[in-house]
Every structure is written in structure tokens, then in C-alpha cells.
């Protein structure tokens, strides 16, 4: 690919033919863009995972409280 001309108009599709040739490998903005949307997702996954466990731990903490609370009440 050369590099254009300033004083020369380009149309917008002209700056991408490299990208459309039979033998060119993928586009690398496509490459950038999967990267960023999968980074996304796992990200989000992660974060929903530890949000889980956390509330997961957050509970069994909670009904154990109540337990050490209610358990012998009655033998008192």
C-alpha cells in the first residue's frame, strides 16, 4: 500500500483496499474490535462469577448468624 497523496482527494472506500483483497489476512480493526467485545464479555463474566460467590459467601454468613442465634433458644 502506498501512501496517498495529500493534495489528492481519496474516497473513504479507497483507504481500505487492502483489506479487500482475496489474499489479505483479516482486517485488523475486525481483529482489534473482537479483542474489545471478548475482553468485554470476559470481564462481565468474571465480574457476575465474583458477584455470585460473593453473595454465595454472604448468605451461608447470614444463616449461620441466625443459627448461633436461634439454635439452643429454647434450652435456655
Do not use: C, Y
Not at 481483529?31 to 468474571?46: C, L, M, N, P, R
Not at 458477584?51 to 439454635?71: I, L, N, P, V, Y
Request: proline share 7%.
Amino acid at each position: 500500500m502506498t501512501t496517498p497523496d495529500p493534495n489528492e482527494s481519496i474516497a473513504p472506500e479507497a483507504a481500505f483496499e487492502v483489506f479487500d483483497e482475496p489474499g489479505a489476512k483479516e482486517n485488523p480493526i475486525l481483529g482489534w474490535a473482537k479483542a474489545i467485545v471478548f475482553g468485554i464479555g470476559d470481564t462481565a463474566k468474571e465480574m457476575l462469577d465474583e458477584g455470585r460467590r460473593g453473595a454465595r459467601e454472604a448468605m451461608e454468613d447470614s444463616w449461620d448468624r441466625f443459627d448461633q442465634k436461634t439454635k439452643h433458644r429454647r434450652d435456655k
